[in-house]
């Protein structure tokens, strides 16, 4: 089997909705023999974490059209990139409400940081990761998540590459604060 992240266009779901979505994704996808780890719902598009047999991924995608038509398709493989194309795609995915897939890149520019850097870009993986518990309706785990955050994020320089991380910082702050997690671009 292999894993992919499949985009659905979101017609009207909300974090709320998360579980319901993931069971009727299974549901749907149980023709095809698919695994579908977890729905994660945005504001434009519905992200399901798959595995399904690479031949059986267009029987899939269309099963799953009850749900809303396909956006994108992403195969999650291993692979190796630069760390400055994987702080670009760290920053698009999280501007995009890609939150695991911003996960993903900066964790691969963490592999190849040393010392203080390697806590900074933990902290901004730890905030990818909170909103992507919100994605899932798990927004208590997400807003605990944001001190883990916090204490990595620490008191690193303003900027790192074009993150405003004091940007970043007040914002973990204010959310923590308020219980409330609230997009912001990077």
């Not at 990818?128 to 208590?140: I, K, L, S, T």
């Amino acid at each position: 089997m292999e894993r992919y992240m499949l985009h659905l266009k979101n017609e009207g779901f909300s974090p709320k909705d998360s579980r319901r979505v993931v069971y009727r994704a299974r549901a749907l996808g149980r023709r095809t023999g698919a695994s579908v780890r977890v729905a994660r719902i945005a504001t434009d598009f519905i992200e399901l974490d798959v595995s399904v047999e690479a031949d059986l991924l267009d029987q899939l995608v269309g099963d799953l059209g009850p749900i809303g038509p396909i956006d994108n398709i992403r195969h999650v493989f291993e692979e190796e990139i630069p760390k400055e194309q994987g702080i670009r795609d760290g920053i698009f995915y999280f501007n995009n409400e890609r939150f695991w897939e911003s996960h993903e890149a900066f964790e691969g520019v963490w592999k190849k940081c040393l010392g203080r850097e390697k806590e900074l870009v933990q902290g901004i993986i730890l905030v990818a990761v909170a909103f992507a518990h919100g994605q899932r309706n798990e927004r208590r785990v997400g807003i605990g998540m944001l001190k883990r955050a916090l204490d990595k994020l620490g008191k690193s320089p303003s900027m790192y590459h074009t993150i405003d991380v004091n940007k970043m910082r007040k914002n973990a702050v204010d959310m923590r604060m308020q219980k409330q997690l609230v997009l912001f671009d990077i």
